[in-house]
């Protein structure tokens, strides 16, 4: 029993949803804003092209973008890096950006912003 009650939890339902092409548009934008604030400068200009990409293909004006963006980079310098154990020299530790930058945008003030940038965008993508 206990064993069905685990699988049931973690097997997603048939009936489960992919997030709305809005959702997706504005949460990758939020992690490419916290992308392009990183160093190495090759994951600083991948996150300025994800962005890029994103205000290309997204629906209505971009203004809304810049509150969120300004919101991430504020809580990427608030919050501690991920830093990850070097197995190799284990007094010295790897920096693990791409995971800060992912999990950021559940931080609360940055989720407070996706919320809001998608009330503000969400009548253009609509009319889609």
Request: charged share 25%; hydrophobic share 45%; net charge positive.
């Amino acid at each position: 029993m206990r064993t069905l009650l685990v699988a049931a939890i973690l097997l997603p339902a048939s009936s489960a949803v992919a997030r709305t092409p809005l959702q997706r548009d504005v949460e990758g934008f939020a992690v490419a804003s916290c992308l392009a604030q990183q160093s190495p400068n090759d994951l600083k200009r991948q996150g300025e092209g994800w962005a890029q990409i994103i205000i290309e293909r997204g629906h209505g004006s971009p203004k809304p973008l810049d509150a969120l963006d300004h919101v991430v980079r504020t809580e990427a310098q608030r919050a501690p890096p991920y830093i990850n154990r070097d197995e190799a020299n284990p007094t010295k530790g790897v920096p693990m950006p791409v995971a800060f930058c992912a999990e950021l945008i559940d931080r609360p003030a940055v989720r407070a912003a996706l919320v809001r940038t998608m009330a503000a965008l969400a009548p253009a993508y609509r009319r889609r």
